[in-house]
């Protein structure tokens, strides 16, 4: 079953800002017809079409997406199905309050691909920006990663090929 969605937004953490977290113009989710019918419905794939996050960072290890409920849950029962999950001509901006200046950087052509995506499990991904500055330019990521650090992410074991067409240096850092 596909249930598609247009013009959704999703509101940030209060505490963190006022705005959306993430707005799309299109979601399609994809579920289990047999799980759908069981009472207990299961997303395979998420879809979202030039959806536009804001991702702000307020200290050195927090960011707004951190009181997500599904990141909070780490006890096994709780463990979401794997999924397929695909971005098109997205943006997002960053934004890191945690450094004086506030520096803010805008990311456009954002696409992804997350193949049969579980953190408990190694996955498949790409994933290809344009990069800010004068000259922008498009990285693009492809590999796989997983499963993902519970305790530090940052541990996460990545296997990739970074691909990079006119990529500004200076934009690298950000």
Do not use: C, H
């Not at 997303?43 to 960011?63: H, M, N, Q, R, Y």
């Not at 990141?71 to 901006?93: C, H, M, R, V, Y």
Request: glycine residues 8%; negative net charge.
């Amino acid at each position: 079953i596909k249930v598609t969605v247009d013009d959704l937004g999703i509101g940030d953490d209060p505490q963190v800002a006022q705005a959306d977290f993430v707005r799309a113009k299109s979601v399609r989710l994809q579920l289990g017809l047999l799980k759908l019918l069981s009472g207990k419905p299961e997303v395979s794939g998420i879809e979202l079409i030039e959806p536009d996050l804001t991702l702000i960072k307020t200290s050195a290890d927090k960011w707004n997406w951190g009181t997500l409920k599904p990141l909070q849950e780490s006890g096994q029962d709780s463990a979401q199905p794997a999924f397929d999950l695909t971005i098109t001509n997205g943006s997002f901006k960053l934004i890191d309050r945690s450094s004086t200046p506030e520096v803010e950087k805008t990311y456009t052509g954002v696409n992804v691909s997350l193949d049969d995506f579980s953190p408990r499990r190694s996955f498949d991904f790409v994933i290809g920006l344009t990069m800010p500055g004068e000259k922008s330019g498009n990285l693009e990521i492809a590999g796989s990663a997983g499963p993902i650090d519970q305790k530090d992410s940052s541990q996460t074991p990545i296997d990739a090929r970074l691909k990079m067409d006119a990529v500004e240096l200076s934009s690298l850092e950000a």
